[in-house]
């Protein structure tokens, strides 16, 4: 019963249906932070885990055997898609990801290819597959994702991390025509990609627009928000949720929702009862303890934690996450604690 609950209970609050308890997964919840993960890192890169999808699955897993969670989420990357579109992509270790040939110019965008899903991301297709096979055993749902056009553009155009983003910023003002057919080329791309992990075996897909907030809301609605909307349309086709995630949204959240999902995500940024006012009943809400609370006495995390729980408790359709992902050297034992203590504090049987 137990377990049948647990293949439900994720989709149906996605879905803004009633669920037995909230349930809760985490944006990362493999990583560094797993003493299981960083083994497995002495012998491989993150892409080469990401690109054999033995050990994709493997770490996917990691998270799911070691805490109570509710859903499971592939593992993989949002910069692949990138590499599979012509760009050279690289983790530098303590750096994070670059990108060595940025598009900057039309002729840039001109070259990037759209190969099919299958063809240039098919380990990820496959280690979907095969994480189905281990998860069902445990009636446990598998998230597929991929980046959101903007925060895929933000790295393809600055090359990596960047705090004022101004080539991107520069090409959405200056190089209309080349912004606008980057972005089409990203949505489309991104879309199918979704589109495919759903076929794949993903039973949930989540859109990654983690940047997305360092736009005004005006330069949102008209440079950003019609592709973001083309991604979650065509991906929309494979019937299953979508959940739409972005930070510093709180100035954006109808303009968020507007562009589409079955479930919005928000970060800790905004008190969730607000958020949950803004965005209205039709649709479910994904969030939003701030993840440097995990570094905190348990004391500190069950009070923010009760408080989420509290102010989203006669709400249908929400899904207990923390604002954006895991971060390193989180501590594991709090990671284990929250988990059971959102199902113990919501337990309506
Ligand atoms: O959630 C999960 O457990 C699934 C795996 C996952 C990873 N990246 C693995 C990863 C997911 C969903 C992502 C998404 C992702 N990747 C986003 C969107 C979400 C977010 O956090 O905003 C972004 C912006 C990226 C790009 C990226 N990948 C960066 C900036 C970095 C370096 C910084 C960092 O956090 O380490 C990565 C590397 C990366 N992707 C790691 C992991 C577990 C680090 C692991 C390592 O070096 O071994």
Redesign the pocket.
């Known amino acids: 019963m137990e377990s049948e609950n647990k293949q439900q209970r994720f989709i149906n609050a996605a879905k803004g249906q009633k669920v037995d308890k909230v349930p809760v997964w985490l944006?990362?919840?493999?990583?560094?932070y797993m003493s299981e993960y960083q083994e497995l890192?002495k012998s491989y890169g993150?892409l080469d885990i990401i690109k054999t999808p033995e050990l994709a699955t493997e770490v996917t897993m990691q998270p799911i055997n070691a805490f109570n969670l509710d859903a499971a989420?592939?593992?993989?990357?949002?910069?692949p898609p990138l590499e599979a579109m012509g760009l050279e992509l690289e983790?530098i270790?303590g750096e994070?990801?670059v990108i060595h040939n940025p598009i900057r110019n039309k002729s840039d965008v001109e070259a990037l290819l759209s190969p099919s899903p299958h063809e240039a991301l098919g380990f990820t297709l496959d280690a979907i597959k095969l994480a189905r096979k281990e998860l069902d055993e445990k009636n446990i749902p598998l998230i597929g994702?991929s980046?959101a056009p903007f925060?895929l553009a933000s790295y393809a155009i600055e090359g990596g991390?960047s705090k004022n983003r101004l080539n991107l910023k520069g090409m959405m003002h200056s190089d209309k025509d080349s912004w606008h057919s980057l972005m089409e080329k990203l949505a489309r791309f991104s879309g199918n990609y979704l589109l495919s992990q759903a076929e794949a075996g993903a039973q949930a897909l989540q859109m990654?627009d983690?940047w997305v907030g360092e736009l005004s809301p005006e330069d949102y609605r008209e440079y950003v928000q019609p592709y973001s909307k083309m991604t979650l349309e065509i991906a929309k086709t494979a019937n299953v949720p979508l959940i739409h995630f972005g930070t510093n949204t709180n100035g954006m959240l109808p303009d968020i929702k507007e562009a589409g999902g079955d479930v919005i995500g928000v970060d800790w940024r905004i008190d969730i009862e607000k958020a949950s006012k803004i965005l209205g009943n039709d649709v479910s809400i994904q969030g939003n303890l701030d993840p440097a609370t995990l570094f905190s006495p348990w004391e500190e995390i069950e009070s923010k934690t009760k408080k989420i729980l509290d102010s989203m408790r006669d709400r249908d359709g929400f899904i207990f996450n923390l604002g954006?992902?895991v971060l390193?050297k989180t501590p594991v034992e709090n990671v284990k604690r929250l988990v059971d203590f959102v199902h113990e504090y919501t337990d309506n049987n």
């Open positions: 944006m990362r919840q493999a990583g560094r890192r993150i989420i592939i593992f993989a990357d949002i910069l983790f270790n994070g990801p994702f980046g925060t991390a990654f983690s954006h992902g390193q």
